[in-house]
């Protein structure tokens, strides 16, 4: 057995490896191409990055090598100074990531906006593609992308044929190979695109004897090697710290990106450590120092290797460390293979990887949270000046916008009958107290008024300013009453009168009896739209993107959660819950019925097997709840009462009363203590009746025992905010224990209620005196 338990991690870690070095192979040597460094320094940062910053890295599942993102930086620093200084500038730039690294600065890094890295990385991506092109028309790029722009004309009216061919060739099989339709092409789409794509190019390019540039790489033995730095001390500086914040930057997003992919992708027990940022800094600094003191390009995480590493079902370090072995063999067996790649199929490829950059979605997402300016400056500033140019500005345009943020407040002023109401938004500094008292000062001091607070900060003098005009009106007669947002009161981050438990549901507070009387009846939809209103100003722009995911790809909820349609119980809040997390029914009294007893009503059926059968959810919990106002009807019953829907429907629950009053069914109640009264006993009771119920549904069966479903119940104690998850005994005679879940401590998967029939003992419980009132109202 543990062979076995060992084996299938490496051999799944075997073949992902083999899958990320097909990928890095002619990637690599496209990037070194792209830079002007020889062809070998792409092989060797490959080959370090994954053996060195995979066996030291934090994140153990990145793929980290040379990466486009540093494509721009490091043609630009061996245009400047040469092969051999740039490669002591890696070495360099790897000892300050070391430095960042015990300075345990790594998280401080991910503080830059994300418009100025996704800015950064289009602009690079734009530099590219205007580089690739021109050995894609069979030419040759010039120095910076303004040269290469203004030369495109004169290279389009002049193309190779060859090149343009082989690169049309390169581009079609790269963009068409995911796209292959039928069983033939999801056998083929096992080879990475990348692969594809330079492969066919060249075996095209060989059978038709093109006259082409082809890949030549030397000998090992004329291997170029680092050198003293030589050149402007100040230069040289600004180009280690280029290195190391560029680098730095995108192997920590890529680190975070590859965590957030792997939770998405896999269960709990089947995932990594997450990444410890710290720690992979270190590795990366380290694989920079190896690679530049052996001849190799700037090394950073790469976004899209260790996807593809994630996908390929990778779940140690080992197969990072693996492909970086493949490679090393790779540079030493396979030289006459790869000196047949014509290099206008590596440009084609690289190309077409910097128009990728130029990412779509980035854009949107920028738009959507109004920082497209900083994005776009950021994306020139790269494109015109350079990569640390770029992102001086993007920074400056950033700090700049939030500054206008801060400083820009919006007072809207409007009299409805006898109220004033008078809307504040943006945040209130002393900038904006001139106008604010402007506003204050046109309402008549024994006036109803009422402020809405839209603003997350109040500095000392928009609150004094504030604080001395509401004491003048209440002083002369007049009414405030201070609604908003979270944090409206001045100075003390909440609504003025509004009590503590209203804050997070201040446009409602039904369940509150500490508020005021409103200074203006609210007729009525007005609190549902007042809530939505919130809902559009205050959420939406946080979960939009993640609905827009969902939209898109469709719902995938890992769990049906069946619980009462009281109001008291809110799901999303309770389970600490988001959007498409939960497949939630929920109905009077949390009850299943039978097969075949839903004679009226079989929505209840119908969404456990749309939620078994087509979203194949993982597990079911019943929720229970403290004063169930069913289970108080239940217990209240009178026989021969008229058959309303409400009476029709609970009968689902007559199984509950008989379970509870039988003296041969094991006892359900909440650990440490016994139920409070006979309500709680049969809300109790109930869930695990209910769960009883849920194993009687085909679909439900089928599952369990096929081994892929799971049945859970759960309580919640409204008066003492607690949950309490079912757990079963160790035999027939014990009781269903309810535990209490601790906040600081994540409990153990909880056991659906035991077989069906199960005996219990024939004592008397807590309400032994209950059972023989409810076996007289049974009869």
């Not at 050149?231 to 930057?249: C, E």
């Not at 839209?454 to 300013?465: K, Q, T």
């Not at 005009?469 to 908003?484: F, I, K, L, N, P």
């Amino acid at each position: 057995m543990p062979a076995r338990t060992h084996a299938a991690p490496f051999s799944a870690d075997l073949s992902a490896s083999v899958a990320v070095f097909l990928i890095a192979l002619p990637l690599s040597l496209g990037i070194a191409l792209a830079t002007g460094a020889p062809l070998q320094a792409g092989l060797v940062a490959a080959a370090v990055g994954g053996i060195v910053a995979g066996r030291l890295g934090g994140a153990p599942l990145q793929v980290s090598g040379p990466a486009a993102g540093l494509t721009v930086v490091t043609a630009e620093l061996i245009q400047r100074y040469g092969w051999r200084t740039t490669c002591a500038i890696t070495v360099l730039a790897g000892f300050a990531q070391l430095g960042l690294a015990l300075l345990r600065t790594a998280r401080s890094a991910l503080m830059v906006s994300p418009a100025i890295v996704h800015g950064m990385l289009a602009g690079i991506g734009v530099t590219i593609a205007l580089a690739q092109l021109h050995i894609v028309l069979g030419g040759s790029p010039q120095s910076s992308a303004i040269d290469n722009a203004l030369g495109l004309p004169g290279q389009l009216a002049d193309p190779h044929p060859a090149a343009l061919a082989v690169s049309a060739l390169t581009l079609a099989v790269f963009l068409g190979w995911p796209r292959l339709p039928g069983r033939a092409g999801q056998r083929l789409r096992k080879v990475p695109a990348a692969l594809a794509a330079v492969g066919t190019a060249t075996a095209a390019a060989t059978l038709a004897g093109l006259t082409l540039p082809r890949v030549d790489l030397p000998s090992w033995r004329s291997h170029a090697l680092p050198e003293m730095p030589e050149g402007p001390v100040l230069g040289l500086i600004a180009a280690v710290l280029t290195i190391t914040l560029v680098g730095s930057v995108e192997s920590l997003l890529s680190a975070v990106a590859t965590d957030k992919l792997i939770a998405s992708e896999r269960a709990t027990g089947d995932r990594p450590p997450r990444a410890d940022l710290d720690r992979e800094l270190r590795g990366q600094g380290a694989a920079n120092i190896v690679s530049g003191a052996l001849g190799g390009l700037p090394i950073t995480g790469v976004a899209v290797r260790s996807v593809a590493n994630v996908k390929s079902g990778a779940v140690s370090r080992r197969s990072t460390m693996l492909h970086g072995l493949w490679l090393v063999l790779a540079a030493g067996l396979l030289v006459p293979v790869l000196d047949l790649i014509p290099l206008a199929a590596l440009a084609a490829l690289v190309m077409a990887v910097g128009v990728q950059m130029v990412n779509i979605t980035h854009m949107r997402n920028v738009t959507r949270h109004r920082e497209f300016v900083v994005y776009l400056t950021t994306t020139a500033g790269v494109v015109l000046f350079g990569v640390l140019e770029g992102v001086g500005l993007g920074i400056a345009v950033a700090v700049g916008l939030a500054l206008h943020r801060l400083a820009r407040t919006r007072v809207t002023h409007e009299v409805r009958g006898e109220v004033h109401h008078l809307r504040i938004r943006g945040q209130l500094t002393f900038l904006a107290v001139p106008r604010l008292s402007r506003e204050l000062g046109r309402i008549p001091t024994d006036a109803a008024v009422v402020m809405e607070l839209d603003g997350s900060f109040m500095d000392h003098a928009a609150y004094e300013a504030l604080k001395d005009w509401q004491d003048s009106q209440v002083a002369h007669g007049g009414r405030v009453e201070v609604t908003g947002r979270p944090g409206a009161k001045p100075g003390s981050g909440r609504a003025r009168g509004a009590h503590p438990c209203c804050r997070p549901w201040t446009p409602w507070q039904n369940h509150c009896d500490h508020r005021s009387a409103p200074a203006e009846p609210v007729r009525g939809g007005g609190r549902l739209a007042s809530g939505i209103g919130v809902f559009q100003r205050e959420t939406a722009p946080h979960v939009r993107g993640e609905l827009e995911r969902l939209a898109r790809e469709g719902q995938r909820p890992t769990q049906l959660f069946l619980t009462c349609a009281d109001s008291r119980l809110v799901t999303s809040m309770i389970t600490a819950s988001g959007p498409g997390d939960l497949f939630t029914v929920r109905n009077v009294g949390n009850l299943v019925p039978l097969p075949g007893e839903e004679v009226t009503d079989e929505s209840v059926a119908a969404a456990i097997e749309y939620a078994v059968d087509v979203l194949r959810v993982d597990s079911i919990t019943v929720c229970g709840h403290s004063g169930c106002g069913a289970m108080q009807a239940l217990l209240d019953s009178a026989p021969g009462a008229p058959a309303t829907p409400l009476r029709r429907w609970l009968r689902h629950g007559l199984p509950s009363l008989e379970r509870m009053s039988s003296r041969h069914q094991p006892w359900a109640r909440i650990s440490g203590r016994l139920p409070a009264d006979a309500v709680e006993q049969l809300c109790l009771t109930n869930v695990v009746q209910q769960l009883e119920h849920l194993r009687a549904h085909e679909s439900v069966a089928r599952r369990l025992a096929e081994g892929t479903l799971e049945l859970h119940g759960m309580y919640f104690h409204v008066g003492e905010a607690q949950a309490y998850l079912l757990t079963e005994g160790d035999g027939f005679f014990d009781d269903h224990v309810f535990d209490r879940v601790h906040p600081d401590a994540v409990p153990a998967a909880p056991a659906a209620v035991g077989a069906p029939g199960a005996m219990g003992s024939d004592q008397d419980g807590p309400f032994g005196t209950r059972r023989s009132a409810l076996e007289e109202t049974r009869a």
